[in-house]
Nanobody, 123 residues
């Protein structure tokens, strides 16, 4: 079991940037595959970006070219750099982790470990 703690959320104007962080502790091996998900009020949770143990990443079409996922294995920290933020990016953002490999890295049922979330509000 791995513990995940997100940070970096906040309120920003459209067009600005934010960087989310997620620190993993505990059973680090169960966080080889990690992802960012988000859920807006009244909407289902959706996969935003994911990264595997080799550093290969995948993105939702809605964030391609604007968001970048990265992982610092020394610090056991996952990042999500969000540029050119839009109103529709407003949501609670969650970090998730599981052993690799994953068949569907942007599918929430693939992940067993979740953080508490950090709110991002774009206006």
């Amino acid at each position: 079991h791995v513990q995940l703690v997100e940070s970096g959320g906040g309120s920003v104007q459209a067009g600005r940037s934010l960087r989310l962080s997620c620190i993993a502790s505990g059973d680090i091996e169960s966080s080889d595959c990690m992802g960012w998900f988000r859920q807006a009020p009244g909407k289902e949770r959706e996969g935003v970006a994911a990264i595997d143990s080799d550093g290969s990443s995948s993105y939702a079409d809605s964030v391609k070219g604007r968001f970048t996922i990265s992982k610092d294995t020394v610090k056991n920290t996952l990042y999500l750099q969000m540029n050119s933020l839009k109103d529709e990016d407003t949501a609670m953002y969650y970090c998730a982790a599981n052993y690799c490999p994953l068949v569907g890295p942007l599918m929430d049922y693939e992940y067993h470990n979740w953080g508490q979330g950090t709110q991002v509000t774009v206006s």
